[in-house]
């Protein structure tokens, strides 16, 4: 079992997991600023390891994992779809988790991969009570299916590294 998520992505993405940092500070805030949140360091890591090396994002499954300027202009989306959002009917919804506020779109969800242009990863920022800020969901607004996946990325990314496997149409496996 892979203890930190510097040691996952070290196992994930070799030497390049712990590649200097091709963000600068100031890019960084203003993501962090128009977003309203502290995203965790794991998940500028993460993409400074992805950028390095492309053919590594491979191990890291099925979804694709969006650039920083992509998750800010996939959040501008959301939050646009998430303006004229209602909550999803509870009688039409399907998978779900009682962690995770079953709206297909929300501000407050940082979307950080993507499968097929509708099955999203998301970092979390709006949980029901019975989850927690910063996990990390699985949202599939056509199909109405919610998934957590981990109550953070750091140990989303650990998970990863011990075979965990992210799966489009279920969630996760391992």
Known sequence: MVATWHAALEKLLGAHGSSPDLMSVAHRSALEAMLSARLPDSLFALLN??????????????FRWLSINEIGSMW????????????????????????????????????IAEF?????????????????????????????NWFWLAPNLDQLL????????????AGTRD
């Open 76 to 111: 501008k989306l959301h939050a646009q779809l998430a303006d004229d959002a209602e909550e999803v009917d509870t009688d039409i919804a399907g998978e779900r988790d009682e962690r995770v506020l079953r709206v297909s779109h929300h501000r407050q969800r940082v979307p």
């Open 116 to 144: 097929n242009g509708d099955v999203w990863i998301h970092l979390d920022f709006v949980p029901t009570a019975k989850g927690a800020a910063g996990q990390v969901i699985q949202v599939d607004p056509e199909g109405l």
């Open 158 to 169: 650990i998970d990863l590294a011990s075979g965990r496997v992210l799966d489009p149409d």
């Open 49 to 62: 390891g992805i950028a390095a090396d492309a053919d590594h994002a491979a191990r890291l499954g099925e």
